[in-house]
């Protein structure tokens, strides 16, 4: 069998079975980034001192350690926490989580540990003059939120989120 023929949508190809693992790959990627996007926005930033610190450790630990690790205390503790809970109801045989569902909150949790560093980073590019002169012109919080930091805030986070999708797209491939 040559390789064209292995690769195929024909009766003995793997055309197919590729096709529906790249879907759930990118359908992954693509939950997990913005899940980790939801994570990631104001962990650092906003917030008294007590939540930032946890954010710091939040960071700081989840950087250091595996994507496939994060994924698997996440599956098979899962299952042992819900093993443990149906145990409670009477319930004697081993329940599963579900995969994706370990794989999707995974891959969001080490997107937003990366994605908090680099939000952090672009907020602090922004200049303080820029936010002061909107605070002067009398723009509400959210207005200037919308109208000034926003802009400006993306403009130095894109190519770093661009790193970010990388990963992402590479911790939902050993899913």
Partial sequence: ?????????????????????TGMTL????GGFLLGALIGTWSKIAGNRPLRFVAECYTTVTRGISDLLIIFLLYFGGSSALKLLASLFGHSGFIGFPGYIAGFIAV???????QTEVFRGAFYAVAKGEIEAAKACGMPTLLRLRRIIIPLLLRHA?????NV??????????F
Avoid: C, D, H, Y
């Avoid at 359908?27 to 693509?30: G, I, Q």
């Fill in 27 to 30: 359908a992954l990627a693509v």
């Fill in 108 to 114: 969001g949790i080490s997107s937003g540990a990366q």
């Fill in 158 to 162: 894109i190519p770093a989120l661009g």
């Fill in 1 to 21: 069998m040559t390789f064209w023929q292995l690769i195929s949508f024909g009766e003995n190809g793997w055309g197919r079975l590729l096709l529906m693992g």
């Fill in 165 to 174: 999708w990388q990963l992402v797209l590479k911790a939902s491939t050993s």
